[in-house]
């Protein structure tokens, strides 16, 4: 079974844990909520509960924030967006950072192997199950690509910022436009979290809103430049409807709860 809470308010987190919960999962940037979680208040809550706190930081990558060095026990990417960086390849990456200790968690067969694995120990159960057992692990080409593109990541994340804070601020005064989400935006209610933890840049998704769905289909046909392609950090300009693509599957009151708007549109 899976809680879900506001990450806007940290003591959410303390309040959904029980003697049943095993982990919390975040997003460094929710997509496409946009919201910002206080990753080491979230952590210092996981710490006391004794549960390892997994940080997804494919929005913000490495250039923007280290979970780990913020108290994360796991890290995982879709390295297939930014660190890519083209949309050329599909991979995932997960770093187990060394700050949980496996011999006290909810997991029977994480704890036998700490017994030689130590605090490593989850890396070492990726590694025999995963790897070795069941053959996941990435392609010799995707693996090229991806670290090719880990070379401009740096670069790339401080235009990707740059361009995202500029659209942000050109959509707020642009009429037909009701609302725009981006966390770095002065007045955004996670500013303060993204000049605390990422150094004030946001990133390079934003979502904004135009009133309903046909207006949000009459932008999305309109763009002459933008792609309209469900993927992100790619070297385009990227736009879709979340609601109709993404989570097509879910009802609108799940869509809600998630943040998930009929006239929302994404921009990568």
Known sequence: ETVLVDAA?????????????????????GNPR???PDIPAVAEITRKAGI??????TLATPVLIRPGEHGADIVVHSTSKFINGHGTAIGGAIIDTGNYDWKNGAFEDIKQLSQRAGNMAFLAHLRNLIYRDL????APMNSFLMLQGLQTLPGRMDKHCENALRLAEFLS?????TWVSYPAMEGNEFHGRVDKLLGGRGGGLLTFGVGDKASAFRCIDSLKLAKNLANLGDAKTLVIHPASTIFHEFSIA???RMGVTEDMVRVS
């Open 52 to 57: 390892p706190l997994i940080v997804d930081n």
């Open 135 to 138: 053959g996941g692990c990435p």
């Open 9 to 29: 308010e940290t003591a959410n987190f303390a309040a959904a844990i029980n003697d049943r919960t095993k982990l919390v999962f975040v997003e460094t940037i």
């Open 173 to 177: 005064e642009y009429p037909g436009v």
């Open 34 to 36: 946009m919201d910002v």
């Open 254 to 256: 799940e869509q809600n």
